[in-house]
């Protein structure tokens, strides 16, 4: 009489599932991980971000003797999105109106954006302790047509 005997591989099978089951736990808390990133960050966060909307203007000195001072007034509000943007309109030789989009965090300022001919403006600055007031430094860097091509200083811009 003849015997037949069936084994299975039982290991093979248990690794590859217990692979399957890693694999599907790390693409959930990557969808997690990415679902909160898109959230507001704290209500202290968006308490700033809502402090920083309005209209705020000041004067920007130049690093550089033979670059005249500017004026600038700032309008911030939130977007469709939700993200801080800020129409500018400036009394410069360097830049017209810049589109600047605006990130706060904590006390830190940033407004970045460009003219309609390409000159980009980056502003930094930290909020004072009743967040009317931003201390800043801005580096500016105009078109190449020798207008204007860079220019630093510092100044300050007191929401209204």
Known sequence: MTSKTFSFNIVPLSWSLLMTMVLAVALYAASIASYKSEQPTSAAGSTQQAATTGTWSGT????????????????????????????????????????????????????????????NMTVRGTLDSTGTLLQSTYILNGSATGRCETDDGTGTLAKR
């Open 60 to 119: 920007f000195y130049s690093k550089h003797s033979n670059v005249t001072p500017f004026t600038m007034t700032v309008v911030i509000n939130p977007d469709s999105r939700g993200h801080l943007i800020g129409s500018s309109t400036l009394n410069s030789e360097c830049l017209k109106g810049a589109q600047l989009e605006v990130t706060v965090t904590g006390s830190t300022v940033v407004l970045a954006g460009s003219d309609k001919e390409g000159d």
